[in-house]
């Protein structure tokens, strides 16, 4: 669903979709979407402003990547408000941060698109990028990996012992007389 900045000129415009896995590229091909993604909301011109775009709604989707941990599949599920803000490319904002002028922090969460407005999966793709935790965990208390032997600690537990290394002298034991 594309929204274009001439009839956002007239009028506010809504989204009410849902969206099957595929429909979205998250470029991540270790990101999937697991349920459909549901998103309504509105889209809207900032008054006063030289076709600066504002999206605001909320998602629910279901998202599966490897754990950071284990590497086994991790549920993420996502049921989110969102407010987003772009600015036309042309309008010449990019071109001063470009130039060295600073940007501000609210300037700093902006997006920006080209041609004639913004399209709504490419604003979802985003906030579900946004909304995705740093650290993806297939459960809070998940074990991890063993270094030594490679072992899902999950699944069975090993016994291997890594001693605590201090690196900070590992150069020096290197260094010969």
């Known amino acids: 669903m594309f929204f274009h900045v001439r009839d956002l000129e007239l009028r506010a415009g809504r989204f009410d979709v849902e969206l099957p896995a595929g429909a979205i590229e998250y470029l991540d091909p270790k990101l999937r979407q697991m349920s459909l993604l549901r998103a309504a909301g509105m889209v809207e ?3 006063g402003s030289l076709g600066e775009i504002r999206v605001k709604g909320h998602v629910t989707v279901e998202m599966q990547a490897e754990c950071d941990r284990c590497l086994e599949p991790a549920r993420i599920p996502l049921d ?3 407010e987003l803000y772009y600015r036309p490319v042309e309008a010449g904002y990019l071109e001063e941060t470009t130039l060295g ?5 609210g300037e700093a969460e902006m997006g920006f698109y080209e041609g004639e407005g913004v399209e709504l ?3 979802l793709r985003e906030h579900v990028l946004l909304a995705l935790p740093m650290q993806r965990l297939c459960s809070m208390d998940c074990k991890g990996i063993c270094p030594v032997c490679g072992q ?3 699944q069975k537990e090993c016994a291997c012992r890594t001693a605590q290394a201090d690196d900070r002298w590992a150069a020096l034991k290197e260094f010969q007389h």
């Open 45 to 47: 011109l900032v008054t």
């Open 80 to 82: 989110s408000d969102f």
């Open 101 to 105: 002028t600073a940007l501000d922090s």
């Open 121 to 123: 999966n490419d604003v």
């Open 152 to 154: 899902n600690r999950n």
